[in-house]
């Protein structure tokens, strides 16, 4: 029997209310659940952001930085348990919001909610700060002095709909660095970051008194322009478009980070290529141009291919649409838009009608849909993609060709999966740095970043953080002032 059920896709503090609610009925397999979600007026959200504020201010910030990770670590321990009913809620309506397979998002949410246990967040803060003590008190500085690191009073992050989760880590940022956090999430997907938060509560209810996680539909100036004005900081994620709006409505004096359209691509040596590795090389990345149908930014988009292994190019791209197709009866790609579809045949015809002019491209697609696309290019190049499992494969014959074709792109360059063997790898990460890539991981491991990652070059908290130095001469001339100065 598929019985009925609530479910809030909102979390405030409990003494804010509201007068109007909307819904959205979802129906899984087992159950039909109605999605509620307030519509609230600028007002409102300003009640909700002071409420927040004076939560913060109460609590938050009056936690020691130690304390705030162990209580982290309690949420992320209950997403461990495969029975938590608040993970098999998310496992059960995140793919029917998204579209994307079930079986890869219980995977994904597996693999993402271990990178915030305890050891990861500590090496996560050791990997910013020299001494993580400093969110908290005064530290000793090695030059003299002292310092304290002060986060925002209040952050308004904008999130994307796109890859489940990456919600969840800015959230997380911001409660290291003891702000209080609104969230404003997209319809597309606005269950995680509260699903989480109520496990916050369930660890800390005072902790979680200190989030607004609220849907709203982007560029709607009534709420965005409190929202900016009453928080300290801002971080947005979302295309270039979005953060652009949304850059120049931010003042100067406050912190903006955005993360915008990026692209990532793969670089293949011919040691990845021989008798015994081959299968393996294409299996992996298979898989990380299929998880979340390439829409992470951490998704290869370009795969470089060294000629000269066991393998030519253009076979390892044959071969990679047929290990493409496997993985598609496996788990499935989400359902296109029109639009989307639209886009895939669009730049399918357009590399057609390239093959037939010239031998140097082909292209190799699934027959009956659009499920997955990969266009062999002979030549050496850069292309970008429609996305949705849709891949350009380019034959290299020297290393030098690879930096050519990626140097205009450089201000979108993101991660780089890379194998080859020892003796090559720091000389080609020395270029690809050079050239703006600012991640270089493993394939297999290309939307698997790690904790303290410098997303898109940056840092995470430090760039969130303003610091106060008392300096050593102060320290030295206030003992003047004791009264039994000797």
Avoid at 270 to 296: F, G, P, V
């Amino acid at each position: 029997m598929n019985n009925s059920k609530e479910l809030n896709v909102f979390y405030v503090p409990d003494s804010m209310e509201f007068t109007q609610v909307q819904s959205k009925t979802v129906i899984t397999k087992d159950r039909t659940y109605v999605l509620k979600f307030p519509v609230i007026t600028g007002e409102e959200l300003r009640g909700i952001i002071q409420q927040v504020q004076r939560n913060r201010d109460q609590y938050l910030s009056t936690l020691s930085v130690t304390d705030i990770v162990k209580k982290i670590d309690l949420a992320v321990q209950k997403w461990l348990d495969p029975d938590y009913p608040l993970r098999k809620l998310a496992e059960s309506l995140i793919p029917v919001l998204t579209g994307y397979d079930e079986e890869m998002v219980r995977l994904q949410v597996k693999r993402y909610i271990r990178t915030f246990r305890k050891k990861d967040l500590l090496r996560f803060l050791d990997e910013e700060f020299d001494q993580p003590a400093m969110l908290d008190e005064f530290r000793p500085r090695k030059s003299g002095g002292m310092s304290r690191a002060f986060g925002p009073r209040t952050i308004f992050h904008v999130f994307s709909g796109n890859v489940p989760g990456v919600q969840v880590w800015s959230l997380i940022m911001g409660i290291l660095v003891k702000s209080g956090n609104i969230g404003k999430t997209s319809m597309a997907e606005p269950l995680f970051p509260v699903l989480f938060t109520e496990s916050l509560a369930e660890v800390d209810k005072k902790l979680a008194e200190t989030i607004a996680i609220l849907p709203w539909k982007g560029g709607t100036d009534e709420l965005e322009e409190p929202a900016i004005e009453k928080c300290e900081a801002v971080i947005v994620y979302g295309s270039n478009e979005t953060v652009e709006k949304l850059r120049i409505k931010v003042p100067l004096h406050k912190k903006f980070l955005s993360y915008g359209h990026k692209i990532s691509f793969a670089y293949i040596g011919k040691e990845a290529l021989t008798s015994d590795l081959y299968y393996e090389t294409i299996k992996k990345l298979a898989e990380d141009m299929s998880i979340y149908d390439q829409q992470s930014c951490l998704s290869p988009q370009t795969i470089y291919v060294e000629e000269g292994g066991a393998i030519s190019a253009k076979q390892f791209a044959q071969m990679l649409g047929a290990e493409l197709e496997r993985y598609h009866k496996k788990r499935p790609r989400a359902r296109l838009t029109n639009e989307e579809s639209m886009a895939i045949q669009r730049a399918r015809s357009r590399y057609q009608l390239e093959s037939l002019q010239h031998e140097n491209v082909s292209v190799l697609s699934s027959q009956t849909d659009t499920s997955w696309t990969v266009i062999y290019h002979k030549e050496t190049g850069f292309e970008g993609s429609p996305l949705n499992r849709f891949v350009h494969v380019f034959s290299v014959e020297s290393e030098e060709s690879v930096f050519t074709a990626i140097r205009p792109y450089q201000p979108y360059l993101q991660s780089c999966g890379l194998a080859v063997s020892p003796d090559r790898l720091f000389s080609l990460a020395n270029q690809l740095g050079a050239y703006g890539v600012n991640r270089i991981s493993s394939i297999g491991e290309m939307n698997q970043a790690k904790p303290g990652w410098h997303h898109d070059g940056g840092f995470n908290l430090l760039d969130l953080v303003r610091m106060t130095d008392i300096e050593m001469n102060v320290e030295q001339n206030v003992e003047r002032y004791d009264t039994d100065f000797e």
